[in-house]
């Protein structure tokens, strides 16, 4: 009996779970969808509608391309409501004025669209090695320069059908470890740009966001004895994701994603 409880418990999740993150089609559209809808054409003149929750009550939540044609694209707004009937209406009248009409039943399924962040990389090296330097006005200190690190993410869209091409979010980055880390230097794949904080993105592709870190902060022997001072976290965060016909990401994905960049911890010269 238990056995059986556990299996019928499976299949409801199961059965929720795609029912709550649906492919959207043409007749379980999601929000901000576009569809084809046809009829076949027999050379009569089609008047497309679409009504709400009744077969009277007009909306504006669905903008009809060709209203007039035999075969014609839906978009379905962005703001309408998941779980929410719609009816598609489609009257037919012949050269002899004689008419006919048919209804497609149309129920709003939640957005597939969401995304993903992702480092390239889990630990992250320096570009180079680190430089040295004897100070002007003592001889007997040395700096050393750390220089930059180079840290990739990538963001990936996932649901996008044609209809949702293209997408944005808003993207930071912050730093664990320590202050005098500079982040400016930042730059995308082709289909990627960036104006203030929001990343444009041209196309339903990943995105990969490079940036070129700078240390700059000033290390002697004495600032960093135990060698350890040059390593830092650089964790990136995605946020208010949204295909470019405005609808929003639908909030399963995963929104931030770290690397840690390091040099061996190396201590200073001991001597007898």
Same mark, same amino acid.
């Given at each position: 009996?238990?056995?059986?409880?556990?299996?019928?418990a499976?299949?409801?999740?199961? +059965?929720?779970?795609? #029912?709550?993150?649906?492919?959207?089609?043409?007749?379980?559209?999601?929000?901000?969808?576009?569809?084809h809808?046809?009829?076949?054409? #027999?050379g009569?003149?089609?008047?497309?509608?679409?009504?709400?929750?009744?077969?009277?009550?007009?909306t504006?939540? +669905?903008?009809?391309?060709?209203?007039?044609?035999?075969?014609?694209?839906?978009?379905?707004?962005? %703001?309408?409501?998941?779980?929410?009937?719609?009816?598609v209406?489609?009257?037919?009248?012949? +050269?002899n004025g004689?008419s006919?009409?048919?209804?497609?039943?149309?129920?709003?399924?939640?957005?597939?669209f969401?995304?993903?962040?992702?480092?390239?990389?889990a630990?992250?090296?320096?570009?180079?090695?680190? %430089?040295?330097?004897?100070? +002007?006005?003592d001889?007997?200190?040395i700096?050393?320069?750390?220089?930059?690190?180079?840290?990739?993410?990538?963001?990936?869209?996932?649901?996008?059908?044609?209809s949702?091409?293209?997408?944005?979010?808003?993207?930071?980055?912050?730093?664990?470890g320590?202050?005098?880390?500079?982040?400016?230097?930042?730059?995308f794949?082709?289909n990627g740009?960036?104006?203030?904080?929001?990343?444009?993105?041209?196309?339903? #592709?990943?995105?990969?966001?490079?940036?070129?870190?700078?240390?700059? #902060?000033?290390?002697?022997?004495? %600032?960093?004895?135990?060698?350890t001072?040059?390593?830092?976290?650089?964790?990136a965060?995605?946020?208010?994701?949204?295909?470019?016909?405005g609808?929003?990401?639908?909030?399963?994905?995963?929104?931030?994603?770290?690397?840690?960049?390091?040099?061996?911890?190396?201590?200073?010269?001991?001597?007898?």
């Amino acid at each position: 009996m238990k056995k059986l409880v556990l299996f019928f418990a499976a299949v409801l999740i199961t +059965a929720v779970s795609s #029912n709550l993150f649906a492919q959207s089609t043409g007749t379980n559209p999601a929000p901000g969808a576009t569809h084809h809808y046809s009829i076949t054409d #027999n050379g009569n003149t089609m008047a497309w509608s679409v009504t709400k929750g009744d077969l009277t009550t007009a909306t504006t939540d +669905a903008t009809i391309a060709s209203p007039a044609a035999a075969a014609t694209d839906i978009t379905w707004a962005s %703001t309408v409501t998941v779980g929410d009937w719609y009816y598609v209406h489609v009257l037919e009248t012949d +050269a002899n004025g004689c008419s006919n009409e048919k209804v497609l039943a149309v129920q709003i399924t939640a957005s597939p669209f969401y995304l993903t962040i992702a480092a390239a990389n889990a630990t992250q090296c320096y570009d180079g090695a680190v %430089t040295a330097s004897i100070d +002007a006005g003592d001889a007997s200190v040395i700096h050393y320069d750390h220089g930059n690190a180079t840290v990739e993410f990538t963001v990936t869209p996932s649901g996008l059908s044609t209809s949702y091409s293209g997408y944005e979010f808003d993207l930071a980055i912050a730093f664990a470890g320590y202050t005098g880390l500079d982040a400016s230097n930042v730059s995308f794949s082709a289909n990627g740009s960036m104006s203030g904080t929001l990343v444009t993105v041209s196309d339903n #592709n990943p995105v990969t966001i490079t940036y070129v870190i700078d240390n700059t #902060n000033d290390f002697t022997n004495a %600032t960093d004895a135990a060698g350890t001072a040059a390593d830092y976290t650089a964790t990136a965060t995605i946020s208010n994701g949204k295909a470019n016909n405005g609808v929003s990401d639908n909030t399963t994905g995963t929104y931030v994603d770290d690397t840690n960049v390091a040099r061996p911890h190396t201590t200073g010269i001991q001597t007898n």
